[in-house]
């Protein structure tokens, strides 16, 4: 494996100067906003919103059951679809993240801390105290993927691939937005 192959992780602001800042890594891919792409992700949260249904009429029927299961879900599908591409993942989300902008290993302990807030939502019978952590998680992703798109940041134009390819910036956005919304709705039940 040759060294341009890895990515190196640095803790500090400065990158030494043999790394170019606007590497673009090799799973990065140009998004695109086709209604094919849009019905992915449709067809994604519809999966994800059948999957809770069926997991919540096993569990017994309640709304905030219902909610949490669908947060369980929702968090460890896409945590999941980070995992493809982890590489490609923390190296767009560096870009519009406040915490991975300044803590650079965070951009790949996302995917693992949101699998583990998912199988923590599954396995919580009262989540208020998981709520509010997830809060204080999706809502500075969201704030900053809210601020990235309003100023064209150019990680907007970016895809992971495989998965899908509409653009990773909106897709985080919408993402930690329905988390936040999500956790606030069962804080207030």
């Not at 017994?60 to 945590?79: K, S, T």
């Not at 208020?128 to 601020?147: D, E, K």
């Not at 910036?169 to 069962?186: D, N, R, S």
């Amino acid at each position: 494996m040759a060294d341009d192959d890895i990515e190196h992780i640095f803790l500090d602001d400065e990158e030494p100067a043999h790394t170019p800042r606007h590497q673009h890594h090799s799973d990065l891919h140009t998004a695109s906003e086709t209604e094919a792409e849009r019905k992915k992700v449709i067809r994604a949260l519809l999966g994800i919103l059948f999957t809770a249904a069926l997991l919540t009429t096993v569990r017994g029927w309640e709304v905030q059951r219902f909610l949490a299961d669908f947060m369980a879900v929702f968090l460890i599908a896409f945590a999941a679809f980070k995992f493809i591409h982890i590489e490609a993942f923390a190296f767009a989300y560096r870009e519009y993240d406040p915490l991975a902008k300044r803590i650079r290993p965070w951009a790949y302990a996302v995917p693992f801390v949101e699998a583990f807030l998912g199988f923590w939502y599954l396995l919580s019978g009262a989540p208020n105290r998981l709520n509010m952590i997830a809060l204080l998680i999706a809502g500075p992703a969201a704030y900053g993927a809210r601020q990235a798109l309003h100023h064209k940041s150019a990680a907007r134009h970016t895809s992971l691939g495989g998965v899908f390819g509409w653009p990773l910036l909106k897709l985080t956005f919408y993402e930690h937005v329905m988390v936040c919304a999500l956790a606030a709705v069962q804080l207030f039940l």
